[in-house]
Protein backbone atom coordinates (compact mmCIF):
# COMPACT_ATOMS: atom_id res chain seq x y z
CA UNK A 1 0.00 0.00 0.00
CA UNK A 2 1.72 3.32 -0.84
CA UNK A 3 2.27 5.56 2.02
CA UNK A 4 -0.14 8.61 2.21
CA UNK A 5 1.55 12.21 1.94
CA UNK A 6 1.37 12.81 5.89
CA UNK A 7 3.22 9.34 6.25
CA UNK A 8 5.59 10.86 3.03
CA UNK A 9 6.35 14.20 5.54
CA UNK A 10 7.98 11.67 7.52
CA UNK A 11 10.01 9.44 5.46
CA UNK A 12 13.19 12.07 5.37
CA UNK A 13 13.67 11.91 9.53
CA UNK A 14 17.40 10.55 9.86
CA UNK A 15 20.24 12.01 11.47
CA UNK A 16 18.87 15.77 11.67
CA UNK A 17 21.46 18.72 11.64
CA UNK A 18 19.07 21.46 13.33
CA UNK A 19 21.12 24.08 11.91
CA UNK A 20 20.02 23.07 8.80
CA UNK A 21 16.35 22.71 7.88
CA UNK A 22 14.99 20.63 5.21
CA UNK A 23 18.46 18.64 5.51
CA UNK A 24 19.03 15.26 6.80
CA UNK A 25 22.33 13.34 6.90
CA UNK A 26 22.20 9.59 7.44
CA UNK A 27 25.13 8.36 9.15
CA UNK A 28 26.79 4.84 8.33
CA UNK A 29 26.20 4.06 12.00
CA UNK A 30 22.56 3.78 11.20
CA UNK A 31 21.50 0.13 10.81
CA UNK A 32 20.24 -1.62 7.60
CA UNK A 33 16.92 -1.85 8.42
CA UNK A 34 16.61 2.00 9.04
CA UNK A 35 18.26 2.51 5.72
CA UNK A 36 16.60 0.27 3.50
CA UNK A 37 13.51 1.16 5.17
CA UNK A 38 13.77 5.04 4.67
CA UNK A 39 14.64 4.49 1.20
CA UNK A 40 11.76 1.66 0.30
CA UNK A 41 9.70 4.26 1.72
CA UNK A 42 10.87 7.22 -0.61
CA UNK A 43 10.42 4.65 -3.53
CA UNK A 44 6.95 3.39 -2.64
CA UNK A 45 5.56 6.93 -1.82
CA UNK A 46 7.37 8.60 -5.05
CA UNK A 47 4.83 9.45 -7.68
CA UNK A 48 8.00 10.30 -9.98
CA UNK A 49 11.84 8.93 -9.80
CA UNK A 50 14.62 10.46 -11.82
CA UNK A 51 18.23 8.70 -10.58
CA UNK A 52 21.52 9.90 -12.44
CA UNK A 53 24.53 7.63 -11.47
CA UNK A 54 27.97 7.94 -13.19
CA UNK A 55 29.34 4.77 -12.02
CA UNK A 56 27.40 1.59 -11.77
CA UNK A 57 24.23 0.62 -12.99
CA UNK A 58 21.42 2.43 -10.75
CA UNK A 59 20.66 0.30 -7.41
CA UNK A 60 16.77 -0.72 -8.17
CA UNK A 61 17.99 -1.93 -11.38
CA UNK A 62 20.44 -3.83 -10.28
CA UNK A 63 20.39 -8.15 -10.36
CA UNK A 64 21.25 -9.88 -7.68
CA UNK A 65 25.00 -11.03 -8.70
CA UNK A 66 25.62 -7.47 -9.80
CA UNK A 67 24.69 -5.96 -6.39
CA UNK A 68 26.52 -8.43 -4.40
CA UNK A 69 29.64 -7.54 -6.38
CA UNK A 70 29.11 -4.28 -6.22
CA UNK A 71 28.06 -4.17 -2.44
CA UNK A 72 31.43 -6.09 -1.97
CA UNK A 73 33.83 -3.70 -3.88
CA UNK A 74 32.38 -0.82 -2.33
CA UNK A 75 32.56 -2.42 1.26
CA UNK A 76 34.81 -5.19 1.49
CA UNK A 77 34.48 -5.13 5.02
CA UNK A 78 31.20 -6.78 5.57
CA UNK A 79 30.30 -10.27 5.91
CA UNK A 80 29.51 -12.48 2.76
CA UNK A 81 26.03 -12.91 4.83
CA UNK A 82 25.45 -9.25 5.10
CA UNK A 83 26.48 -8.86 1.76
CA UNK A 84 23.90 -11.19 0.49
CA UNK A 85 21.33 -10.06 2.54
CA UNK A 86 21.88 -6.31 1.64
CA UNK A 87 21.59 -7.30 -2.51
CA UNK A 88 18.72 -9.12 -2.05
CA UNK A 89 16.94 -6.58 -0.35
CA UNK A 90 18.50 -4.31 -3.34
CA UNK A 91 16.80 -6.80 -5.85
CA UNK A 92 13.43 -6.34 -4.50
CA UNK A 93 13.07 -2.87 -4.70
CA UNK A 94 12.11 -2.51 -8.52
CA UNK A 95 9.07 -4.24 -7.05
CA UNK A 96 7.34 -0.65 -5.81
CA UNK A 97 7.44 0.90 -9.24
CA UNK A 98 4.32 -1.64 -10.57
CA UNK A 99 4.03 -2.27 -14.23
CA UNK A 100 1.46 0.08 -15.21
CA UNK A 101 2.85 4.03 -16.08
CA UNK A 102 0.45 5.98 -13.41
CA UNK A 103 4.01 6.26 -11.64
CA UNK A 104 7.31 7.35 -13.30
CA UNK A 105 10.95 6.06 -13.29
CA UNK A 106 13.57 7.72 -15.21
CA UNK A 107 16.94 6.45 -14.68
CA UNK A 108 19.93 7.80 -16.49
CA UNK A 109 23.64 6.05 -16.08
CA UNK A 110 27.14 6.82 -17.85
CA UNK A 111 28.06 4.28 -21.05
CA UNK A 112 30.93 3.40 -18.65
CA UNK A 113 28.64 1.68 -17.01
CA UNK A 114 28.17 -0.85 -19.68
CA UNK A 115 31.53 -1.83 -20.23
CA UNK A 116 32.32 -1.78 -16.33
CA UNK A 117 32.59 -5.55 -15.56
CA UNK A 118 31.59 -6.01 -11.92
CA UNK A 119 31.65 -8.60 -10.75
CA UNK A 120 32.94 -10.03 -14.01
CA UNK A 121 31.44 -10.39 -17.65
CA UNK A 122 29.41 -12.76 -17.46
CA UNK A 123 27.27 -10.56 -14.29
CA UNK A 124 27.29 -7.77 -16.69
CA UNK A 125 26.02 -9.58 -19.70
CA UNK A 126 23.33 -11.01 -17.02
CA UNK A 127 23.00 -6.83 -15.87
CA UNK A 128 22.79 -5.39 -19.03
CA UNK A 129 20.06 -8.40 -20.47
CA UNK A 130 18.21 -7.25 -17.02
CA UNK A 131 17.94 -3.84 -18.57
CA UNK A 132 16.53 -4.35 -21.61
CA UNK A 133 13.53 -6.45 -19.97
CA UNK A 134 12.74 -3.77 -17.51
CA UNK A 135 12.72 -1.37 -20.30
CA UNK A 136 10.48 -3.87 -22.52
CA UNK A 137 8.27 -4.83 -19.79
CA UNK A 138 7.60 -2.15 -17.09
CA UNK A 139 6.25 1.03 -18.56
CA UNK A 140 6.63 3.14 -16.30
CA UNK A 141 10.49 3.14 -16.79
CA UNK A 142 13.03 4.95 -18.87
CA UNK A 143 16.82 4.30 -19.55
CA UNK A 144 18.84 6.86 -20.85
CA UNK A 145 22.70 6.42 -21.15
CA UNK A 146 25.44 9.44 -21.18
CA UNK A 147 27.73 8.77 -24.05
CA UNK A 148 30.94 8.85 -23.67
CA UNK A 149 31.57 11.26 -25.85
CA UNK A 150 29.90 14.05 -23.76
CA UNK A 151 32.19 16.94 -23.14
CA UNK A 152 30.71 17.27 -20.14
CA UNK A 153 27.23 17.96 -17.59
CA UNK A 154 25.83 18.99 -14.29
CA UNK A 155 26.32 15.18 -13.73
CA UNK A 156 29.94 15.34 -13.63
CA UNK A 157 29.20 16.25 -9.87
CA UNK A 158 27.96 13.03 -8.52
CA UNK A 159 25.08 10.94 -8.65
CA UNK A 160 21.49 11.44 -7.05
CA UNK A 161 18.67 10.82 -7.05
CA UNK A 162 15.08 12.64 -7.20
CA UNK A 163 11.87 11.81 -5.83
CA UNK A 164 8.60 13.72 -6.36
CA UNK A 165 5.74 12.98 -3.67
CA UNK A 166 2.31 14.73 -4.40
CA UNK A 167 3.62 18.33 -4.68
CA UNK A 168 6.86 17.76 -2.48
CA UNK A 169 10.42 16.73 -4.00
CA UNK A 170 13.06 15.16 -2.35
CA UNK A 171 16.90 14.80 -3.42
CA UNK A 172 18.89 11.58 -2.24
CA UNK A 173 22.48 11.42 -2.29
CA UNK A 174 24.68 8.76 -1.04
CA UNK A 175 28.75 8.45 -0.18
CA UNK A 176 30.97 6.07 1.40
CA UNK A 177 30.49 8.36 4.63
CA UNK A 178 26.81 7.76 4.82
CA UNK A 179 23.74 9.34 2.90
CA UNK A 180 21.94 12.69 2.63
CA UNK A 181 18.08 13.86 2.21
CA UNK A 182 17.65 17.03 1.23
CA UNK A 183 13.72 19.14 1.05
CA UNK A 184 15.50 22.19 1.17
CA UNK A 185 13.80 24.16 -1.73
CA UNK A 186 17.66 25.80 -3.38
CA UNK A 187 18.85 22.57 -2.99
CA UNK A 188 15.83 20.97 -4.95
CA UNK A 189 16.26 24.07 -7.68
CA UNK A 190 20.02 23.05 -7.98
CA UNK A 191 19.54 19.28 -8.41
CA UNK A 192 16.42 19.41 -10.88
CA UNK A 193 18.57 21.92 -13.03
CA UNK A 194 21.26 19.26 -13.32
CA UNK A 195 18.52 16.98 -14.29
CA UNK A 196 17.37 18.57 -17.05
CA UNK A 197 20.77 19.12 -18.25
CA UNK A 198 21.68 15.27 -17.55
CA UNK A 199 18.76 14.02 -19.94
CA UNK A 200 19.02 16.83 -22.76
CA UNK A 201 22.57 15.86 -22.98
CA UNK A 202 22.07 11.54 -22.65
CA UNK A 203 21.06 10.00 -25.71
CA UNK A 204 17.35 9.79 -26.36
CA UNK A 205 15.48 6.28 -24.92
CA UNK A 206 15.51 4.67 -28.15
CA UNK A 207 19.42 4.95 -28.99
CA UNK A 208 20.21 4.08 -25.21
CA UNK A 209 18.55 0.73 -25.61
CA UNK A 210 20.14 0.35 -28.32
CA UNK A 211 23.50 1.27 -26.84
CA UNK A 212 22.97 -1.38 -24.53
CA UNK A 213 22.15 -4.14 -26.57
CA UNK A 214 25.23 -3.55 -28.60
CA UNK A 215 27.49 -3.50 -25.84
CA UNK A 216 25.71 -6.71 -24.28
CA UNK A 217 26.17 -8.67 -27.73
CA UNK A 218 30.19 -6.83 -27.82
CA UNK A 219 30.70 -8.49 -24.27
CA UNK A 220 28.92 -11.86 -25.24
CA UNK A 221 31.63 -12.42 -28.38
CA UNK A 222 34.59 -11.47 -26.03
CA UNK A 223 32.95 -14.11 -23.35
CA UNK A 224 32.69 -16.56 -25.49
CA UNK A 225 36.29 -16.16 -26.99
CA UNK A 226 37.83 -15.96 -24.05
CA UNK A 227 35.91 -19.16 -23.11
CA UNK A 228 36.87 -21.39 -26.11
CA UNK A 229 40.54 -19.77 -25.79
CA UNK A 230 40.59 -20.58 -22.12
Known sequence: MKPNRKEA???VRGTRDSSKAGWWRAAPA????????RLGRLESAA???????????????QTFQYAAAAI????????????????????KRIDSLGYDADRRAWFVM???????PVGGKAVLIEQ??????????????????MPEA????PGLGGGFTMYRIGGRRVVFTETLAGSVITTRPEDIAVFGSAYDHVTAEALPPAASLELIDTARRTLCQEYS??????
Do not use: F
Not at 55 to 60: D, F, H, K, R, V
Not at 72 to 91: G, I, Q
Not at 150 to 153: L, N, T, V
Open 30 to 37: ESLSEHID
Open 150 to 153: SEGH
Open 9 to 11: ADI
Open 110 to 116: SEETLRR
Open 47 to 61: DTIQSYQPLMIPGML
Open 225 to 230: REAWSG
Open 128 to 145: LEHLLNVAALRPSVTLQV
Open 72 to 91: KATTPALPPEEVSDRADRRL
